[in-house]
């Protein structure tokens, strides 16, 4: 069998971390310390692109509405830090919830909750399927984001800033480098978790959902069952993106959870590549760091980035790790 | 009373404007089986065009004029040039695609007209306001975009049902082989059928013009509506586009206005209008998960 | 006679103005081959789509193991041991054959909610693996991609996908559509060995095959049966001669 499509694999994955692993002093050596930021921020959406990955290039489900979760994780961190910050509880009534500042505890709930309600929406949602499932996703996703608009009391459409990053225990989260590795581990993290799903039991199965449907359902799996716990899953990865996106701005607003950014991370596992889990990494690194380049020429970059991705889909569509990497890249 | 004829009013013509905009999208995700995300931005050029000429010449009748072709035209061309190559395609390429037609159409008009909102007045002949029942002033405005939607409704059902364009593009809908192999010249008919949509599209934009601010992004925003519409009445059905528009214009308006009252009965005033305000957004999103509930395909879906 | 494994009581259903079912009945006993035939647009898809469950009925029962299934989704009927193989062949075209396998072993070895092993370590599955390969003569094309087998080959899988749980009753949607002389012959042999071990619906077109198979034959013409009963006695009917006006019914 041909090894050498594996062997690019590999090789390219190993660049690939060992540059990122090495940024923060080849950011220090070059005298640009908005490097580190800009990074952190790329590797939070890398973490959610991965996370849509595993419903899209997995599972087969087009989401629309995935930045929600992303924008709840976000939220949970936003709102508990601000009542932990101003010593108010959040409810009184049954009973006190108060505020946090521990991103032991505010992450975990950002994940959960996040998990939460891609329950509710995906056991409506995935009862449909091609274009209805699309738009279903996207209204949902609306609705959270006016709902968030609406709340006058976290900032409406303006949202509300952090006064200062979560407490971590043994990392200071205010320190942009520490914060930048914190990040990296939190994507290597779910980026091996994702692999071994993708290769068990359940990811098979998943796969085998998206592949066709209804032979999976002749041969006796619950394909919607499957399906919700994917869902599930993904979303549980894009709120915990959402708490570090929090904390890296010490913002957060409802723009986070509108649907052109649930557009922005489906660009991202399109362009990087759909169905490898490193693709879409590949893919917030090319978009985030061709807005950041492209606006030093032009403030209007995206009248060249929309074109640029229709043509991508007409003629390219395995991505830019298709390309590196060759090959069959349907393993992930 | 009047309040509340008044909203009921204002619900049927947010209905209206969102049959407009529906009923082309519909027609091209039930013909075509695409779903185009950018039909927003039709609606959008409908509405700088429109705005632009209006400014410039003065007339509204005017503007509306070079609009409808304007968005017409803009629709034929992506039909052509883009969404052509999309037909046999995946969704998913379909709305990255329309996708990036939105970033573009966005930032080019932008370019052009540069990101200050533009506004549009009310042309004079219209703006007074006229009693349809005695006491009850409602803007002629409004009243004249009710009487246009209620007029292209009626020029669709005799277009589909009556004219042999119409029977072309019903039958090139059940079965695009067969429809071919009678003659049809399906290629022209969908480039046609989609140039209706985005002129309708355009339509609803022009005259949303002297309500709404005239911005880049306008499109997306009432393409969310729309969608959900399309949900509720069902896909590929004009019927259903109607049903959905009118009932979403009534659960969003009359929501908005009336659910601060309604809660006001039972909760502090601040409670109240925090926690209406956030239901008004959300009513029309949970009304769509109520009919997924017990009709996912819609409340009046089209026939196979 | 055994009694029936699968036991379809007047079945109906309509499109519009088009009766596809009407009051279609079937019995199939336990361990016999039983096959569905009828002219074309007599309703053999509809009929089968119904037993499977892709399709619900407008009136009329389906039992199946003794239970009532008219009503359960395809997939609980897949796990009770009703198999299906297509007509168009339905597999998992990137996939290789063994991981094809693995799926169909998988649905019936627990359930998959296991997130952390690999699926294609785990020795219970991969032993069913090897078994379900070497049923229908695959062993050798184990890590290819489905998409690049050949047609007939394709069908060997299929079936053997189909028998991976072990099903109590395998319904079979015209395995010979298609198929070449070489292939059909493969085909009859491995049915032949089938039927030793699992109940069989067949419909389908062919009719040496279906002569040389089946046990019991059931004639379907306009959705309703027509005649039920031995080879023999089917070929005698003057009915079933009749609704076939001209075509070989010979063995």
């Not at chain 2, 009693?131 to 409004?142: A, F, H, K, T």
């Not at chain 2, 997306?220 to 528009?245: H, K, P």
């Not at chain 2, 601060?260 to 029309?284: E, H, I, K, N, Q």
């Not at chain 3, 619906?201 to 306009?222: C, G, N, P």
Request: aromatic content about 10%; some cysteine.
């Amino acid at each position: 069998m041909d090894k050498s499509p594996v062997n690019r694999k590999i090789l390219s994955i190993a660049i690939g971390s060992a540059l990122l692993l090495a940024l923060p002093v080849l950011a220090g050596i070059a005298g640009e310390s908005y490097l580190v930021t800009l990074f952190s921020r790329i590797l939070i959406y890398a973490l959610a692109a991965v996370s849509l990955d595993l419903i899209l290039g997995f599972g087969g489900m087009v989401s629309l509405g995935h930045a929600a979760f992303f924008g709840i994780g976000a939220y949970v961190v936003g709102i508990l830090s601000f009542h932990g910050f101003e010593g108010t509880p959040i409810i009184a009534w049954p009973f006190a919830l108060g505020g946090h500042q521990s991103g032991l505890v505010l992450w975990p709930a950002a994940v959960l909750l996040a998990g939460a309600a891609a329950a509710v929406i995906g056991a409506l949602s995935l009862r449909t399927s091609g274009i209805h499932f699309i738009m279903i996703t996207l209204a949902f996703s609306q609705m959270l984001y006016y709902f968030f608009v609406s709340l006058e009391a976290y900032g409406g459409d303006d949202g509300i800033s952090l006064f200062s990053r979560n407490t971590f225990p043994g990392i200071d989260l205010g320190n942009d480098t520490q914060f930048y590795y914190l990040c990296l581990a939190a994507l290597a993290a779910f980026l091996f978790l994702s692999y071994r799903l993708v290769h068990s039991r359940f990811g098979m199965v998943i796969r085998g959902c998206k592949e066709n449907e209804r032979r999976m359902k002749s041969l006796g799996f619950s394909t919607f069952r499957y399906r919700l716990v994917c869902f599930i899953i993904a979303a549980a990865g894009a709120g915990l993106a959402g708490a570090l996106i929090a904390n890296q701005t010490e913002y957060v607003s409802p723009g986070l959870m509108h649907w052109t950014r649930s557009g922005e991370i489906l660009v991202m596992v399109l362009l990087g590549g759909m169905g490898t889990l490193f693709g879409p990494v590949l893919g917030a690194i090319t978009l985030l760091l061709l807005e950041e380049f492209l606006s030093i020429y032009t403030e209007h970059w995206m009248v060249y980035l929309g074109p640029f991705l229709v043509l991508m889909v007409l003629f390219a569509k395995r991505g830019i790790y298709g390309l590196i990497a060759g090959g069959n890249n349907n393993h992930g | 009373m009047l309040l509340f004829i008044e909203q009921l009013l204002n619900g049927l013509q947010l209905g209206i404007m969102l049959f407009l905009m529906s009923a082309g999208l519909t027609l091209v995700f039930g013909i075509m089986q695409v779903i185009n995300l950018a039909h927003g931005s039709f609606y959008m050029i409908g509405a700088y065009v429109g705005a632009t000429v209006t400014a410039r010449t003065g007339s509204f009748i005017l503007g509306i004029l070079t609009a409808l072709p304007a968005a017409a035209l803009a629709g034929m061309a992506v039909e052509v040039l883009v969404l052509r190559r999309l037909y046999k395609k995946e969704h998913l390429d379909q709305v990255l695609a329309t996708f990036g037609l939105i970033m573009f159409f966005n930032e080019l008009t932008q370019i052009i007209w540069g990101r200050q909102p533009l506004y549009m007045d009310v042309p004079r002949w219209l703006s007074g306001s006229i009693e349809l029942i005695p006491g009850i002033p409602y803007p002629s405005y409004r009243i004249a975009v009710i009487c246009v939607g209620i007029m292209v409704g009626v020029l669709l059902y005799l277009l589909f049902t009556h004219t042999r364009i119409g029977m072309q593009i019903r039958a090139g809908a059940s079965n695009r082989e067969m429809a071919g192999a009678l003659g049809v010249n399906i290629r022209l008919l969908y480039t046609l059928v989609f140039g209706l949509g985005t002129l309708l599209a355009g339509l609803a934009g022009v005259m949303a013009g002297p309500i709404l601010a005239v911005e880049a992004g306008m499109g997306e925003n009432i393409l969310i509506f729309t969608f959900v519409v399309i949900v509720i009445g069902g896909i590929g059905s004009i019927r259903g586009a109607l049903a959905g528009a009118l009932l979403v214009g009534m659960v969003d308006t009359l929501g908005r206005a009336f659910l601060p009252t309604l809660f006001r009965l039972f909760l502090s005033a601040a409670y109240a209008d925090g926690v209406a305000a956030s239901l008004a957004s959300m009513s029309v999103y949970i009304l769509m998960a109520g009919v997924l509930v017990y009709r996912p395909r819609g409340l009046l879906p089209a026939h196979g | 006679m055994g009694e029936s494994l699968l036991s379809v009581k007047s079945l109906v259903k309509r499109f519009g103005a088009v009766q596809a079912s009407n009051n279609f009945s079937l019995e199939v006993a336990q361990g016999e081959l039983h096959a569905l035939i009828g002219p074309n647009g007599a309703g053999k898809t509809t009929a089968l789509n119904q037993l499977c469950g892709e399709l619900m009925p407008d009136a009329g029962r389906v039992f199946f193991d003794g239970r009532q299934i008219t009503r359960m989704p395809v997939y609980r009927r897949a796990q009770m041991g009703l198999a299906r193989s297509y007509q168009i062949t339905s597999v998992f075209e990137h996939l290789t054959v063994r991981e094809n396998l693995s799926l169909a072993v998988q649905a019936h070895k627990g359930h998959s909610f296991r997130f952390w092993k690999k699926a294609v370590d785990d020795p219970v599955i991969r032993r069913a693996v090897l078994q379900a390969m070497a049923r229908v003569g695959l062993e050798k094309r184990a890590n290819m991609q489905a998409a690049n087998l050949s047609h007939g080959e394709k069908r060997q899988m299929e079936v053997g996908m189909a028998l991976a749980g072990h099903p109590k009753m395998l319904l079979m949607d015209e395995p010979y559509a298609g198929m070449g002389p070489g292939g059909a012959v493969e085909l009859t042999k491995l049915i032949r060995k089938l039927k030793t071990e699992f109940t069989i619906l067949l419909v389908e077109h062919d009719m040496s095959a279906v002569f040389s198979l089946a046990d019991r034959i059931t004639v379907l013409v306009y959705g309703q049966t027509i005649a039920t009963g031995t080879p023999q006695e089917i070929r005698a009917n003057p009915e079933v001669r009749q609704a076939y006006l001209g075509d070989e019914v010979n063995g």
